[in-house]
């Protein structure tokens, strides 16, 4: 999908979020907050460099679109890449922080819009910074509970 198409869409979920939330206020605030849980666990698992955590946050299925275009499918194969990735940055200290700027909730699907941000400190070196926004698509399942069906993130160097 272009880059066009895929701001279209973008903003074509954004008009439509305060319908959708002021239609479904309870479940948009229990979904919310499951989604905030969700990222709590991502995050952490980052910092702690956990890719059997990080992945546990993804549905079976789920889906990650790398920033260097590769799709990553399935929970194993999340574990797998980011296990990879990681390897360089396990023993320099590091942050990261998702938070949600918008979230719609439509059947058994959420659409969650946020920005992301990413610190990490080489010894001898000034903190680096980078950040972007993201787009996540987080499914219902069968246990009540939500994991991240589809992710999809846009990096950017501050």
Known sequence: MCCSLRLGFIAALLSLGGTLASSQDN???QVRKAIDAGNQQYCAAYEKSDPRA???V???EGTR?????????GRAAIASEVEAQWKQIATIPHRVSADTENVWVVDD?????????????P???KEQ????HYLTVWKKQK???WRIFRDMNVTGKK
């Open 123 to 125: 010894a001898g070196e």
């Open 129 to 132: 910074d980078f950040s972007g």
């Open 27 to 29: 479940t948009t605030a």
């Open 58 to 60: 993804y549905d079976e």
């Open 54 to 56: 990080f992945a546990a």
């Open 109 to 121: 699907f959420a659409y969650e819009f946020g920005k992301f941000t990413f610190k990490l400190t």
């Open 65 to 73: 679109l790398e920033a260097t275009g590769e799709i990553v499918r």
């Open 143 to 145: 246990d009540g509970g």
